[in-house]
C-alpha cells in the first residue's frame, strides 16, 4: 500500500461524485420539465455534466493507482476460471 491517504481522499471524492450524478440525474428523469427543486433545469444538467467529468477523472485516476491490485486479481481470476475447466 504505497499511497493510503491519496487512495483514501480518492475513494471518498468518488463516493461524492457518484451521490452527485445519482442526485442530478434522478433529478433530471423525475422532474420533466422547468423549475426542480429551485434550480433551473440547465443549471443541474451542468451539474451532472462535471459531476460526471470528475467521476471520469477520479477513475482513471484510481484504476492507475489500483493497477497492481488489479492486475494481480485478473492474473487469479484467469488461474481459477483454467483450473475449473480441468475438473471437466
Known sequence: MKYPRIRAVLS??????LLFLATTGSMLYFGKTGMIWGMPR?????????????????????????FRLYAAQLRKLAKHDDSADEGK
Open 12 to 17: 471518498t471524492l468518488l463516493i461524492i461524485a
Open 42 to 66: 440547465q443549471a443541474i444538467r451542468e451539474t451532472h455534466f462535471w459531476a460526471a467529468t470528475a467521476m471520469c477523472l477520479l477513475g482513471i485516476l484510481h484504476l492507475i493507482l489500483n
